[in-house]
């Protein structure tokens, strides 16, 4: 039997957990099942408790404090003791039904979504047929206001296709948090970052028009930002998300429970859940006509 998830992630301050809790909310005020699983080990405050927390199996604390690692080598090491004792997730995630959303909220380091194995074998765990078999879908989270920073939204584009290219699974790329960015950017002109492309680039204020005087001084931090090497550099990320054409990115404003509702419509298409419900007979206790035929 099917189960169906998905598998929350993105940079820190993305407003993964805050997405998790409004998405729970949004699925009981709709009477859907759902089981929220932290995988943050450094995680403390809730809004919904989770079913499943990775802390009572480890925490980054304890980590730091008993092997004298730092935050990023600490969690690291978390998530090698979890792909250890994978017994922790399946014998937690194994007696659902496929009426269960399974909700998996991941820490905000990108290292695990770019270059690290560990996620891509997490995965491969989850969804692997004949175990949990779980039909698993990514949202990456980006919050919205790297559009005013055009250099900096590239830059989290480019982590979003990685993290695509890297899990193989039906993905769902996020810009998070859009009420911050309600009456500082257009809505003709924010629509354009939901495809992005390298033309973003082209009446970008902070790169546009740069001469090149030569090479800058490296310790001149805002030197180095306006230069034309750093035009360059970006172009070149632009062109590379450009040419794999991957990205593209739905709003979300969890304050508002039609946006949150939509984003679920994206996820349940991308893992198939309607498909696999049974279809509900009416309600015995419901007589819609009279013996007579009529109302």
Known sequence: MSKFGVLVMGPAG???????SSLITHLRNNRRS?????LDPAAEEFAHEPDLDIKDLISLEDVMEEMGLGPN?????CFEFLMENLDFLTEALDPLTEEYLII????GQIELYTHIPILPALVRHLTRTGALDISLCAAYLLEATFVVDRAKFFAGTLSAMS??????????????????VKGQVGKRELKRFL?????LLDDDEMTAGIE????????????MMRGSSFKRLNKAVAGLIDSF?????LKLDVQDEDSVGSILSYIDDAIQYHESQEPKEPSDEVELYGEDGFE
């Open 212 to 223: 090149d005087d030569g090479p800058a001084d490296p310790t001149d931090n805002a030197a």
């Open 245 to 249: 054409s991957m990205v593209s990115y």
């Open 14 to 20: 993305a407003g993964k957990s805050t997405f998790c």
């Open 104 to 107: 998996i909220d991941m820490p």
């Open 73 to 77: 080598g600490g969690l690291i090491y």
């Open 34 to 38: 759902c089981f929220y699983v932290n």
């Open 163 to 180: 993290a695509m290219i890297m899990l193989e699974v039906p993905h769902v790329n996020i810009l998070s948090k859009m009420d911050l």
């Open 195 to 199: 495809d992005p492309d390298s033309s």
